[in-house]
Antibody, heavy 120, light 107 residues
Framework: QVQMVQSGPELKTPGASVKVSCKASGYTFNTYGISWVRQAPGQGLEWMGWISAYNDKTNYAQNIQGRVTMTTDTSTSTAYMELRSLTSDDTAVYYC?????????????WGQGTQVTVSS | DTQMTQSPSSLSASVGDRVTITCRAS??????LAWYQQKPGKVPKLLIYAASTLQSGVPSRFSGSGSGTDFTLTISSLQPEDVATYYCQKYNSAPQTFGQGTKVDIK
């Protein structure tokens, strides 16, 4: 069965960086992509970007471009999302989700979410 | 960028009622639209993709329709376990924007 298991909660100070991992199992990792979605407290879902585990092609949301890097490690079937120069506005639950390798599909399997809190 | 607008923002209905949520795209997206259900404190769950295709395991009381700019999610007979926030998402191209969500509860 497909599973996406994310790393644990993070507490960061403003200006720091965070790197969230997402370990996939139950399918051939490099034939799909991974989207990252975040949800601030009491708010809706925000698409952050996508990476293809097939060819490492990425596409990032404009509002975080320059601060975000998404990568994959096919040897461990793990995707990573690093966000730099954190502010309190980055406090959110961060989700990874499986998508088609070209990115143009709905997200069918989701990780459990990783709480990232940015506070001084 | 294409904006996704859902209506209503919230609704309250009785068990057994037919519930309809709409999602409008500011530009045509063909049928590249998904619907997700998120129960309080839980992970989003894919309900429908390609505007009208039911994801495996999703109850048949859920259905989707539409193409181009106007889309609809229908719950044919609302059940207590359907209390959740529902989101549409476009995925034809980046950014893969979500609608703002529609909160559904029981009257």
């Amino acid at each position: 069965q497909v599973q996406m298991v994310q790393s644990g909660p993070e507490l960061k100070t403003p200006g720091a960086s965070v790197k969230v991992s997402c370990k996939a199992s139950g399918y051939t990792f490099n034939t799909y992509g991974i989207s990252w979605v975040r949800q601030a407290p009491g708010q809706g879902l925000e698409w952050m970007g996508w990476i293809s585990a097939y060819n490492d092609k990425t596409n990032y949301a404009q509002n975080i471009q320059g601060r975000v890097t998404m990568t994959t490690d096919t040897s461990t079937s793990t995707a990573y999302m690093e966000l730099r120069s954190l502010t309190s506005d980055d406090t959110a639950v961060y989700y990874c989700a499986r998508v088609a390798y070209g990115g143009d599909s709905a997200a069918d399997y989701w990780g459990q979410g990783t709480q990232v809190t940015v506070s001084s | 960028d294409t904006q996704m607008t859902q209506s209503p923002s919230s609704l309250s209905a009785s068990v057994g009622d037919r519930v309809t949520i709409t999602c409008r795209a500011s530009q045509g997206i063909s049928n590249y639209l998904a619907w997700y259900q998120q129960k309080p404190g839980k992970v989003p769950k894919l309900l429908i993709y390609a505007a009208s295709t039911l994801q495996s395991g999703v109850p048949s009381r859920f259905s989707g329709s539409g193409s181009g700019t106007d889309f609809t999610l229908t719950i044919s007979s609302l059940q207590p376990e359907d209390v959740a926030t529902y989101y549409c998402q476009k995925y034809n191209s980046a950014p893969q924007t979500f609608g703002q969500g529609t909160k559904v509860d029981i009257k």
